[in-house]
C-alpha cells in the first residue's frame, strides 16, 4: 500500500485530500507545519507527499529545503497544490526537485488523485 504525506493548514482540505486518496486504497498521514511533516515523513518514508506552500510559522518551501538534509526522504517525489500562483516561486520549488505544481482552483479533487497516480507509477 502507498503511503502519502499531506502537508496542508486548511484541515477541511486535508480531510478530503485522506478520504479521496484512502477510498483510491492509498494510506495518509497529515501535518499543519514544516517540521512535524519532516519528522512524519522520516519516520513514515511516504511513497509521495502532497505539499501546500502556504503553512503556518514557515512555508511548503522550508519543507523541501530542510528535506534535502535526510537521505531517506530527500528523493520523495513531491506535488505542490497551492493557490500561491507566483512564478518566482514555482520556479523555486521545480528547482528544488518537486514534480508538478497544481493551482488548488484549477484542480478538483479526481484530477489531483489522477495527477497523483501518474506520479506514482514512475
Known amino acids: 500500500m502507498k503511503k502519502i504525506l499531506i502537508i496542508e493548514d486548511e484541515k477541511i482540505l486535508s480531510e478530503m485530500y485522506q478520504f479521496k486518496l484512502e477510498k483510491e486504497g ?6 499543519m507545519y514544516v517540521d512535524e511533516a519532516i519528522d512524519l515523513a522520516n519516520k513514515n518514508n511516504p511513497d509521495l507527499v502532497i505539499l501546500d506552500i502556504l503553512l503556518p510559522k514557515e512555508s511548503g518551501i522550508n519543507y523541501l529545503v530542510k528535506s534535502k538534509n535526510f537521505d531517506n526522504i530527500k528523493n520523495i517525489p513531491v506535488l505542490v497544490i497551492s493557490n500561491f500562483d507566483d ?7 521545480f ?5 508538478d505544481y497544481l493551482i488548488k482552483s ?14 506514482l507509477e514512475v
Not at 512564478?87 to 520549488?93: A, D, G, S
Request: with cysteine; proline share 3%; hydrophobic share 25%.
Open 26 to 31: 492509498y494510506k495518509t498521514m497529515s501535518a
Open 87 to 93: 512564478n518566482e516561486t514555482k520556479k523555486k520549488c
Open 95 to 99: 528547482d528544488l526537485g518537486i514534480r
Open 106 to 119: 484549477n484542480y478538483d479533487p479526481k484530477e489531483v488523485v489522477s495527477r497523483i497516480k501518474k506520479i
